[in-house]
């Protein structure tokens, strides 16, 4: 079946603007995950979604991003006023709620802030 | 807090010859241990997990990985290496039913013929 897909692959923006980052995840994950990578860096923790609500969000960086997922399924990553330090890889990965937490990522978006 | 930690940031081995990757971690409970790869453009392929039972797990692509609670570490390791190996290899850990991995920062992997 489908894996966890990402749109766009790669965004350019500049300083100062809006960004939206969409995650589609495996068909019946009810759990859905963010991360930001970073150059030379692992995947850091975002925000972590059970079903429609934010289960845990203390990874976001500050007030400038925000994330939803309304229907439980698709969800997005909002970055308002973009700074160039927000340039990064962002993944988003998704799993069932069992014990083992296996997370299947996507391939990522590649933000770029110029 | 927990925390991962991959003392080797290049690796570089011979084709055919045997690999070691490091990884320490540091957690309150019993850990949910993860080593995942990523090839350039890809995305992170799960290798091996462990979390509970027999301390050495078995994993895809040759790869097994060693549990030493004594020493908090979690050894990737693999008989005989390809040059398809070569990529960038992630330790994390994490914790029960759902929650948010920890990464460490990543050992790359070179292979040369």
């Known amino acids: 079946g489908a894996g966890v897909s990402q749109t766009p692959s790669n965004k350019v923006t500049e300083k100062g603007k809006y960004v939206e980052l969409r995650c589609d995840p495996i068909?019946?994950?009810?759990?859905l995950y963010w991360y930001r990578q970073s150059l030379g860096q692992g995947p850091e923790f975002l925000i972590y979604?059970?079903?429609?609500?934010?289960?845990?969000d203390s990874g976001l960086p500050n007030d400038r991003f925000f994330a939803v997922r309304p229907e439980g399924s698709v969800s997005t990553l909002k970055i308002q006023r973009t700074e160039r330090g927000d340039s990064a890889v962002y993944l988003c990965?998704?799993?069932?709620?069992?014990?083992?937490?296996?997370?299947?990522f996507g391939p990522g978006t590649r933000l770029t802030v110029l | 807090a927990q925390s991962v930690t991959q003392p080797d940031i290049h690796i570089t081995v011979s084709e055919g010859a045997s690999l070691e990757l490091r990884c320490n971690y540091s957690?309150?409970?019993?850990?949910?241990l993860f080593w995942y790869v990523q090839s350039p453009g890809q995305g992170l392929q799960l290798l091996l997990k462990?979390?509970?039972?027999?301390?050495l797990v078995q994993g895809i692509k040759g790869f097994e990985a060693e549990f030493k609670r004594s020493q908090s570490s979690f050894n990737l390791r693999k008989p005989s290496v390809h040059w398809s190996d070569a990529a960038e290899y992630f330790c994390?850990?994490?914790?029960?039913?759902?929650?948010?991995?920890?990464f460490g920062a990543g050992t790359i992997l070179r292979v040369k013929s």
């Open positions: 957690y309150g409970a019993t850990p949910y």
């Open positions: 990965a998704s799993s069932l709620i069992l014990r083992d937490n296996e997370q299947f």
């Open positions: 068909s019946g994950h009810t759990a």
């Open positions: 462990y979390f509970s039972g027999d301390t």
């Open positions: 994390a850990v994490g914790a029960a039913g759902g929650n948010k991995l920890v």
């Open positions: 979604f059970q079903g429609t609500g934010a289960a845990d």
